[in-house]
């Protein structure tokens, strides 16, 4: 798990880098990311559901975001995006689409 937040780190430092992100805002806006990722990796066993999982993950982002955004007297999305960053679905889609190509709705339903 320590690997896996660590990867959130740095995917979402770099993100920031390559958006801009004030100098200044790079270490809060970096762990909105982990801390995003470590809430979706504590709760992916207990939530079958993928997108409910997500919303649930999102709204704590979101929720990070606006608090971080009163207290850096900045606007919330320069946290919220790269705090969602993790969370884009490659695997899922890619499984999904798969599945779809070779015909499998169960496999396609369950991505």
Do not use: H
Not at 21 to 37: D, M
Not at 47 to 71: M, N, P, Q, R, T
């Amino acid at each position: 798990m320590l690997y896996d937040l660590l990867t959130a780190l740095f995917a979402t430092a770099g993100y920031c880098l390559m958006v801009n992100v004030p100098r200044r805002l790079w270490i809060p806006a970096a762990f909105g990311g982990v801390l995003s990722w470590g809430i979706y990796l504590l709760l992916r066993d207990r939530i079958d559901s993928v997108f409910y999982l997500l919303v649930l993950v999102s709204a704590a982002c979101a929720a990070y975001s606006e608090l971080f955004a009163k207290l850096a007297k900045a606007p919330a999305t320069i946290f919220l995006i790269p705090g969602l960053i993790p969370l884009v679905p490659g695997g899922y889609v890619y499984y999904m689409m798969f599945s779809l190509v070779q015909n499998d709705a169960a496999g396609m339903q369950y991505y």
